[in-house]
């Protein structure tokens, strides 16, 4: 499989930060259904017990930016491979912000339930897709605001190193409770190619194999990547080429998904 151009230097498109409710579109994949697990709860109070170890092994930085390193490794596994994933990305403390975040808005119910398809064609299929979510918007919290600044450096990494030209980012947190999934599916829409790359951030606390809810990659030609939810491990790949799915787990998994787009 071959990447997207790299860019030799400079950047090619600039824009701010901006979140914009668009879904994910699905196209036709697998109907095969799980073994029922059994769950387990992760609650808001075991997160908050992590908080003081972590702010104190862990204090804030005054950059969250990624290390350069960390850009040449997602630009170069996207060029060679149209994916990559890596550990650490975010910084421990924002990490554990934004999973308690997440897990207040599930717990006060006040995320919605995700619908597939786009514009006039949106609908909820709980068979197909089992996620709640709500989007981002910038001035909603400290952790937030920093999440999409990280965000902003990456964005320009990829113009710089691949010549994208990215514009804009969008971005929601998804909430799957125990045994919920999301049938394998292409982001880009049909009729609507301005998402170019997806990313997707974990922010879920000791995270172990036996709970499932692996993102599964499904590479052109190749065998499937399983990545497992852990946090601060992001996910990044094309979002017109990679076909992939949500495994469902036996614990709340948490995230944030996004896509760079360009314009339309």
């Known amino acids: 499989m071959h990447g997207p151009m790299r860019r030799p ?102 995320l919605t339930m995700a619908r597939v398809g786009h514009g006039a064609a949106r609908s909820l299929q709980r068979d197909v897709r089992g996620d709640r979510i709500q989007w981002l918007e910038a001035g909603q919290s400290e952790a937030r605001d920093r999440y999409l600044a990280i965000m902003e450096m990456l964005r320009i990494a990829l113009n710089r190193g691949l010549f994208l030209g990215l514009d804009e980012y969008e971005s929601h947190f998804a909430y799957y409770a125990p045994g919920a999934s999301y049938l394998r599916h292409r982001d880009q829409f049909r009729d609507d190619d301005s998402r170019t790359v997806s990313i997707i951030v974990y922010l879920n606390a000791d995270w172990l194999p036996e709970h499932g809810g692996a993102l599964r990659l499904h590479p052109e030609g190749l065998s499937t990547q399983d990545i497992s939810p852990v946090g601060s491990r992001v996910a990044v790949f094309l979002s017109a080429d990679m076909l992939h799915e949500v495994l469902p787990a036996t614990r709340d998994r948490m995230s944030l998904t996004g896509w760079f787009r360009r314009r339309s």
Do not use: M
């Not at 950047?11 to 059994?38: I, K, M, Q």
């Not at 109070?45 to 350069?68: C, F, Y």
């Open 9 to 110: 230097r400079g950047e090619l498109a600039t824009g701010p930060v901006r979140s914009r409710c668009y879904y994910l579109s699905f196209r036709s994949g697998s109907s095969c259904r799980y073994p029922p697990r059994t769950p387990v709860r992760i609650s808001i109070q075991h997160l908050r017990s992590k908080e003081q170890a972590v702010t104190r092994s862990h204090p804030p930085a005054r950059s969250d930016a990624p290390g350069d390193e960390h850009h040449r490794h997602i630009v170069d596994s996207i060029h060679d491979h149209g994916w990559s994933e890596l550990d650490n990305f975010l910084p421990p403390d924002l990490t554990l912000a934004l999973a308690l975040e997440c897990a207040a808005l599930a717990a006060a119910g006040t």
